[in-house]
């Protein structure tokens, strides 16, 4: 298996965690974003769209963070990324939806970089962008956290799940943004528990092989 990522990609870090939680060790192919190897023909060849993350699991393609994940989770049950009822599994998945439909598309680098080339932004315009709207979408996932206060020490109970998967990345990036994250104290929590664990620490950017941090 080939995981195709980049250090700083929170969608290839979610993978990275979830490989990392399963046990399971993916060789990695290291595309590098600012220099725009992702729109090399090369790679258009392994996903059209020209993002990371992407799976090759032997002839076969994967692409998307959260559909990998899930082949992950469907191939290697144990430990569940999505336990519980169907009903836990929705709320689980949305909380992961949050992050990953409706809070990194706006952040990712191919939008920043239109928000500079097209609507001339500078570097304070861009964080002042990400701020916004990762800042939203992190409020929210902080009052549904606050609605499931008796659970823990994860999002949603005792194990990390697709929820604290997308949760750790989006976090770095909010970090790197310069997100104020004071009025989110469940999200800081639960970013601390997780980035203790082996997993977690051990996805994180400054420890790829590729960091320039
Ligand atoms: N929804 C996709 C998003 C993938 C994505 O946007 N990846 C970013 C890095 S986090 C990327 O490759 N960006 C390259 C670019 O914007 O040119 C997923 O979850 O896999």
Known sequence: MRLYGYFRSSA???????????????????????????????FRAVNPQGLVPAL?????????????????????????????????????????QIIACDIHPLQNLRVLDYLRSEYGQDQAGVEKWCQRWIGDGLAACEAILAGREQEGPYCFGATPTLADICLVPQVFSAERFGVDLEAMPRVRKIHRICSELPAFAGAHPAKQPDSEA
């Open 56 to 96: 090759d699991v032997g002839g076969r393609v994967l692409t998307q963070s959260l559909a990998i994940l899930e082949w992950l989770d469907e191939t290697h049950p144990r430990p569940a990324f999505l336990p519980g009822s169907a009903e836990d599994r929705a709320e689980i998945r949305a909380f992961a």
């Open 12 to 42: 290839a870090y979610r993978c990275r965690i979830g490989f990392a939680l399963k046990g399971i060790t993916a060789e990695e192919a290291f595309v590098h974003l600012r220099k725009g190897d992702q729109k090399a023909a090369s």
